[in-house]
């Protein structure tokens, strides 16, 4: 069975990774108007042990990395969802974070990643929630 992650706080909350621009939040001063990205990627294949350590690496190493060359942050997180069989299903997931300028050419990398992501491990989807933010380095 093909897998997608929901984090039960996120089941609330619109995926906008369609959306060329996002309201721009009045930043203090020192802080810039950008945006953030969380990607949720499930780690379960089917019956099949998941996707390992090693190959997520790889992935971020092939797919993000190239795509996000100033930085991203990976963390491990825990999803569930109900299958079609109206089942609750729990897996293991990575979440990335990234902190994006405002400009369309993000969202169409974005969009490349989680359609790499679901061909290279057989997934539904790649849960994807942007959000506007005043970012200081």
Known sequence: MKRVVLIAAATSVLTLGGCATLDVPACPVGQEPMRTAQLFFGQNIGAKPGVS???FRKFVDEE???RFPAGL???DGGGQWKGS???????ASKVVV??????GEDSRKLNEAR???????R???VLLITQAACVDF
């Open 73 to 75: 942050t990976v963390l």
């Open 98 to 103: 990234l902190v994006l300028p405002n400009n």
């Open 64 to 66: 993000l990395t190239p």
């Open 85 to 91: 069989e109206d089942k609750l299903i729990r897996e």
């Open 115 to 121: 359609k790499a992501y679901t061909q290279r491990f």
């Open 123 to 125: 997934q539904e989807s």
């Open 53 to 55: 350590e090693a190959a």
